[in-house]
């Protein structure tokens, strides 16, 4: 099972990456998981962002407001590796480090186990 997207890309670098998050998708996916996603949803989470056929993982390092949208954060989130999208969106043969990095755009989720 695949986590539904909470936001976007809005800039990358070569270490990290800004993202547009709805508060709304990451209140949503805290009250269905429970506890464990309610932390796995704040500083030091981990949110898999899809590109070129891979899943990138990143680290949430930051959550702030967004002034112009009440129902919009802007995350900051740490690259730490990638691996190919498997089946079913399935993360497959993870690495650390980042090869072919994320455009504005590339849809981002929680990701799982």
Known sequence: M???HIGEVVATSG???TCRISQAALQAQ???AGNEAAAASS???LVKIATAGRLL???ISELRAESQSPDTLLGEVEYLGQGQLGQEGALADFRRGVEVFPQPGDPISLAEE
Do not use: C, L
């Open 30 to 32: 805290r009250q269905m």
């Open 15 to 17: 270490s990290h990456a």
């Open 2 to 4: 695949t986590n539904p």
């Open 57 to 59: 993982i990143a680290s």
């Open 43 to 45: 500083i030091g989470g």
